[in-house]
């Protein structure tokens, strides 16, 4: 079965700083999906960036972009420009090919966004 | 657009009580999923649906019940609750069939805050 793990219970950075968020999967899968959410204090969760992974060029949207090392098994977030409103939790997600489109979530980072 | 609308927003339980948490989505999503999100832990699947009239097992199904007899609608239902449920469940969303689900976020509600006493 697959797993994900965010190694970091809890990350902090100055503001207009830049952070990397880790991210490692486990998986005997050659095709699959990867996304980042962020889920800040209002609870919601909201996608953030989403990668395919075929793809070898690694996904961004605007201050967000990944580095997936796929032999690694790695799909680490970079925010860069860090803002206060990137305050949140950060989840990452493996979506199987032989699921049923489920997900399989880490356990979450904390980001602290210090002024 | 209201997007995933899950009510209530808070509820208190005490043991052995049961209840039902709606979720609406306005999207016309085929699949929807019921998630519980406890402190330390990712998200976990307790049910989910790929299609109205049709529900499937999680990951952590027992003790919780689903029903999706509208496509817009996804209720779960607590039979008789235990203090170990007490935790945030979440609803969400997502396109389904064909190889570009896959790729298709899902789409959350605010989530219930349920305590169970």
């Known amino acids: 079965a697959q797993t994900v793990t965010q190694s970091q219970p809890e990350m902090s950075v100055q503001e207009a700083e830049t952070v990397t968020l880790s991210c490692t999967y486990d998986t005997s899968e050659s095709d699959y999906y990867l996304f980042w959410y962020k889920q800040p204090p209002s609870r919601q969760m909201i996608l953030v960036i989403r990668q395919e992974a075929y793809k070898q060029q690694n996904a961004t949207e605007n201050r967000f972009s990944v580095n997936f090392q796929k032999a690694a098994k790695s799909f680490s977030l970079k925010i860069s420009d860090s803002q206060l409103g990137d305050a949140a939790m950060y989840f990452c997600a493996y979506r199987s090919m032989d699921s049923n489109y489920q997900l399989i979530w880490g356990a979450g980072t904390k980001l602290i966004i210090k002024p | 657009n209201a997007g995933v609308t899950q009510t209530p927003k808070f509820r208190v339980l005490k043991t052995g009580q049961s209840m039902t948490l709606l979720c609406a989505q306005d999207?016309?999503?085929?699949?929807m999923y019921w998630y519980r999100q406890d402190p330390g832990m990712g998200l976990r699947l307790i049910h989910y649906s790929v299609g109205e009239g049709t529900t499937a097992k999680g990951e952590v199904p027992d003790g919780y019940n689903v029903s999706r007899l509208k496509k817009q609608n996804f209720l779960l239902g607590l039979e008789s609750a235990a203090p170990s449920q007490t935790s945030v469940y979440f609803c969400?969303?997502?396109?389904?069939?064909?190889?570009?689900?896959?790729?298709?976020?899902?789409?959350f509600g605010n989530g219930t805050r349920l305590t169970v006493t």
């Open positions: 999207m016309n999503h085929e699949y």
């Open positions: 969400a969303s997502s396109h389904g069939g064909g190889q570009t689900a896959y790729n298709s976020p899902l789409h």
